[in-house]
């Protein structure tokens, strides 16, 4: 059984209820996510061990997200706290022709104002095998982009196969670095990096192309763009999603390994509950299945579709279907019937 | 004005509010339910008197089933009280490609526990013109097996009609019998029976056929199989469902009645608010239409179709909607406009 | 900066909520709103500075509308306190099939018992360039009818603009007057009237035509039919509602200047949320681009069809769609992505 | 057993929830209840058979009564549909020094503007013993005023018991008539009343006294003051409620008859949370014990000083207490242990 | 560093909301408990390691308790998966008059239906230093007595101290044997006991005495009759509950060790909000504090009557007060101040 | 009329429901509020016009809270945008022996990292009688420390009376600066204090001495020891609360001036529902009553304590109270009664 560690921030998450505006909102739900938390979360969901990393306010709202990564039983124990606050997002979630909205507020978050040396990476990726990030951490701050720099280096000494998920947002990156001054020198020791090719050309400073997903000679260029730069790179995935409304979205994915493009279809996810935490779905339904069916990655990629449309139907950050749920959708049935 | 009696189970149901998953929930919205007293409730909201007979246990949640019974105006002065407890069932609502989800918790239940006389049948159905049934009471035990025969059998002897949803339920008939071992003895008294071919043909001891529903001749000649085991049978009704999603299904119906096939058109239902009871509420429809419009059979699979598709939108297990909403339908108009 | 003056009812919004049907309903969610006060909320939200005028209960329900008025930040220096009771109508909200539907319960209210000269219409009207009634305020009493009419006069005086929504609703009308008795003498000042050419017909005592609203030659007929009998008439706008059912609607507008058709085209709006007040949003919205863009009134009407399709899926009776949001679907974006 | 008839209004019941003041509420709970309707309740709650004459709007929010008053067991075969509206009251729940609030909306209820002959009282009261009202009907409007005499002297003809709850309400009493007008003629046929000293007194056009309830001979001369007036009473009851605050009560009783005394020692009720409608629990209980325990009126007054305390700790309008649980304090178990 | 073992039961609770009865509520509350695993997780607070030991059906309702158990931080690893269902109990929450009701619908749960040599205790208690049971798993039923019998006997043979809470339910004890034919050979291992006296005698089949907990002579006395039927017994603990009503507790301890008497004065616990749990937070506090400072006596039942009465301050089963709380109580602040 | 500007922070607060601790919530309650708006509530309620200077960022969160602060009628023409965030606190109600808790998250609001010259001090304060502060701001940061001082000198050089909550919070004043270090400056142009005597003497750098509230000489002494450090101070009120436990305080107050004491008696205040905010209560019917009836210091102070005690049975950061019901209160009726 392969030995997961993700690193990278858990927030609390304020959601409106009932679709309603901020303006509206008399109540808030509270759950609690970040993008390599919920991968974690996924990892566990499906039998992986996986551990979480990351440094935590030692509060009564720093001590309920602990209980949150204990209970979805993702390992903790290189967890450290400090820090003055837990990072905050609201969302309003969205509905029909209207998206739904993010503001953050996880300025000078305890992993944000982290110090130097809070971690012993050696330590903690003992008998590990992966090491998962995201574009995510060195968006946040400066100390935060070091000490992800130095975790990934540490696990490509250490031997570990190293993922990312490139993560683009554009709230973020405001501390005065461009992604693509910060990027590259991480990504180059990654094996696996789930992204658009848009946003891979972004972070890594090659100009925008639009790339046509259904032309796969033109993938198999863009995609060797990519690997050129980041030499380690065996596996590129790229989630397509077509936003009809907030409501509606068709996803597919698109897999590059070994010049070999793979391609799950198109599928329409409709009603959207949560759109929110869906890519995190789909990275962690990847890694489940690039380290369970490393030799099938047709079936890779579309394990890792089925498991990012079922999270579009399940309220929070994480994922919540279960192994058999996702298997049932690769396999065809999509009707949603009633087990009884 | 026909009396119809009905007898089975009610229960507590325990679902998820707002698209939640059994782990998450922090509350549980009660509502009490079964098959055939959901049949009922539909027959008393159309100004048809019925009666539903059942066990319940005489405690506080007992009281509060009883409550809901009187409150739905359904007659109930032969419930008996014993037994244990109320059959439970949870109940995780799905939406798009996630499936509801129904965890029994109905073994023990004062109905399968039932010790034998606790009803005076001929008593019971003074006065009455019809009897109910469905095939989850004799899935449940052997006790609610037997004493479901006898109550077929008395009301054939005392002359009611008699009708029945096969109602297959694989979660059920735990107690060492199989459908087919049970059900023909039962079935041969029905006058009505809503049903697939499929289900039918399992339960009678027929081999799977997967039949055409366009196919008229072909029906035809499944049904008359049905007939030749069932010789009081005059009409079968079938509810054609496609699911598309758990939130969007489209919903027909067959009915088969002397040698003729009546169809009602597939329609769109979207977005289904509530799944569970749509069969039920098939069933209250089709018997208030045969019982008021017998000489349209074409209108009453039309109203039957109809009064499903209503339910869809209707939270609980019972459908709520009225005689002028579902001639509304009937009529033609699905557009879902304000009344004001 | 224009400065408009709307007048009519406020009421108390009872509505079921989680698609409950009113039997259901063991809370109802409590809003405040009524079409000409929503038409003030959305002009306030777009920058225009907008007052209502009303006549509300000194009582605690009045005074929780009027912190609703001061809220949205819309004028509220000339309602009146008076009366015995506020007026309520009760929303069961409709989903797929099952249509909305409104219970009123405004009889005796506040504004239709109003006395002569409550308000100073020509003290109201200083330093104001717009004045907006509608349909609902004439249907509401012989009092508020008066009134009405004595506003509408003054206004015209005084040289505002004046605009109407039809908004015919066929549960008013209840004191002894038919619309055509009442309504031609007030449409005959306006500026501005919203509705359907059918409506219109019926208002002002013209038979019904049922007419095709893609033929643009039949439309200027027809709409010149209406500006014979209004001679102050400048612009006729009317909202294009194809309902598939309550949860999907597709939307679209017409708007016929000086002998011109201008037309948006038809949008699918679902999942609908709440369909109550769109038609405000619609007219919130045409006010707001007929005042700021009078030169472009393909925009005009493009940009009254966003905010009313933008309207359906937030909660309540007016519009919380910013100008922003509404602009990004004037320029085609109806993706509904997540801001992050 | 005793069958029982009361007549009055039945109202939708608004109330704010979790402390909330009216103008935080974004939710009301919804219940339904009146005084005449809740002495029923508490009557068919203790099995005695109870019937509930009232009027009714043929709307949904009617029905959702109507379903209610069936759902508690009330008998309702002679309720009338008509009318424009069913009554409302919004009730803000004190806590601490800060009191109940009650704002009436029922003017021009379905029972306010009844019109002569809607009842046919001599059929209404074939097989009854027993009539109950209230001081609240004939304050409504002099419709329900008239009609409520009229069913007084029905019943009176008829040899029915009769029995009033003085019921003062200062905020109804508005449409031109004085209590000491319209009362005396009524309580002259009462055989029981409930109410304190002061209120019947001023119903009954004597001067306030403010009785001390300690002083047993005053207390006869004073009763004896009332029953001059009234040559039918045999029975007068008074509630002694001393409010500490709004969460905390002192309840005990006084009981007339035959020129004795009967007293209920005062007991504190602490934590209340609802206070609404105790009184009408006192009148239920009163009901009971003398229709049942005719014989033992020291019981009878504390069985009506204990379903009144427990009412306090029951939310809505009528009493949900069972026999047993009454009678165990009147037993003398105040405890509230945990019965498991 | 101690590690307890507990064996026990754990439920889903279902409890009404906002003070309703059983009959108004519509939905319940969720919560996972039992006086084990209550005491499990009051151990795991306050830092001790410890484990909870039961069975569990393997559906989602059992899943949905894993969950809980681990967030808790209870070690769960010797939890058998089977059975057919999780047990429930129903709560009503009671306050002032009117106490709690539980309705238990624990029949043929897991942990009841248990077969022999499920567990193989010897494993599980290697490394420990403390069982824990309660007298509510004899109570279950003859297999699950039986097994408790057989963890009781092993813990023995291996050196583990031992402690029951004698717990005595009225409503269980179904089976067909009473306590004392059960009880006493399970109590004669026990080194630590809580319970009142005359629930110890009627365990032990000695005749009620009705103790006077003041009389520290009578005491001692009684507690010598109990040490002489359970030689192993070093330890015995009494809560001491006065019930001024269901909102109005009154709680102190006794301790009797080695002949001498230890006792925690009596505080008022006022407002109520949970009077469930707070037993098994009285053994949690005490057990903590008998393995924390069994040097300081006085200090340990002083520290288990605080951690008593604050859990009746906090929703659910266990206990969620942190040692710093309850030592601010034992150290006498219960002033209930701010804390910012 | 006076008119009265207030200055300092308006916070989001997320407060735990249903007497839930901070690890159990799965919602908050979203609130506004903020010790110096508080007290600009309270005045606009009681008809004095108010207005908050405060700094707010310009997200949907402020805009928000800009929507609270309008519909509380209190003035907001200076407020200016800016800044990254909104502060936060958490809040976890207490009830009985555990008191409430507040976690801040506060740090880095637009507030405390105002920048200089944000404000017009002098533009603000024209044509205004009265500013009032707190101790918070202060507390904050270095940055609103300045700022306020500069509003203190600005009001005090154009004459408004000036007016301080000491308002002491443990968990702020992190920025490294003593209350000693900075208060004193401030306080010297007060006119008004509002204060216990030792946070009084803490704040302005003098020994501890933990006065005795009923020894009127002894106030005078320790009261004139801080005139004599606030040469321009007037009036100096303490609030007297004594918490039995966080549902129980008795609350009371001292008023000094011109050499005399006022008190205000002791009053119990039972069943608390929101402790928070009392303070400002307090103070906001203090200033109320000194401007409104500053002839009568007597009523000034029982006004104040009056309004203390009502917000305590109040939701939320601010004082609902009307004036009527604290007049109602000051007059001596604290029985709770309800009106109807």
């Given at each position: 059984m392969s030995k997961v560690v993700t690193f990278g921030e858990i927030m609390l998450r304020l959601s409106t209820e009932s679709n309603q505006r901020f303006s509206q909102a008399k109540t808030f739900s509270a759950n609690y996510g970040g993008g390599e938390f919920n991968v974690a979360v996924s990892l566990a969901n499906y039998g992986i061990e996986a551990e979480f990393v990351t440094r935590i306010p030692d509060n009564e709202i720093g001590h309920a997200a602990l209980q949150e990564i204990r209970k979805m039983n993702?390992?903790?124990?290189n967890i450290q706290l400090g820090g003055d606050r837990l990072g905050i997002y609201f969302l309003e979630t969205g509905v029909g022709n209207r998206g739904s909205n993010v503001v953050y507020?996880?300025?000078?978050s305890a992993i944000a104002t982290i110090e130097e040396n809070t971690f012993d990476w050696a330590k903690i990726f003992e008998k590990k095998d992966w090491f998962h990030w995201s574009g995510i951490t060195p968006a946040l701050s400066e100390k935060a982009a070091k000490e992800c720099l130095k975790a990934i280096k540490t696990a490509h000494q250490l031997g570990l196969k190293i993922s990312c998920d490139?993560?683009?947002?554009?709230?973020?990156?405001?501390?005065?670095?461009?992604p693509f001054e910060v990027m590259p020198q991480m990504l180059k020791y990654c094996n696996v990096i789930l992204g658009d090719i848009d946003t891979a050309f972004f972070m890594l400073g090659i100009d925008k192309v639009n790339p046509d997903y259904e032309n796969d000679e033109q993938l198999k260029k863009y995609y060797s763009n990519i690997t050129d730069l980041c030499p380690n790179l065996e596996t590129i995935a790229t989630t397509l999603r077509y936003s009809i409304n907030a409501s509606h979205q068709k996803i597919g994915g698109v897999l590059f390994n070994n010049n070999k493009i793979y391609e799950a279809p198109i599928t329409d996810v409709t009603?959207?509950?949560?759109?929110?935490g869906t890519g995190d779905a789909f990275m962690g339904g990847l890694l489940y299945s690039l380290i369970k069916?490393?030799?099938?990655l047709q079936r890779s990629i579309e394990f890792a579709v089925a498991a990012c449309s079922l999270k579009h139907?399940?309220?929070?950050?994480y994922n919540l279907a279960t192994l058999a749920e996702i298997e049932k959708i690769v396999n065809?049935?999509?009707?949603?019937k009633v087990s009884r």
């Open positions: 993702v390992g903790m124990s507020d996880r300025s000078n490139l993560n683009y947002r554009s709230k973020l990156w405001k501390y005065g670095k461009e009603n959207v509950v949560d759109r929110v069916t490393s030799d099938n139907t399940i309220v929070g950050d065809g049935d999509n009707s949603g």
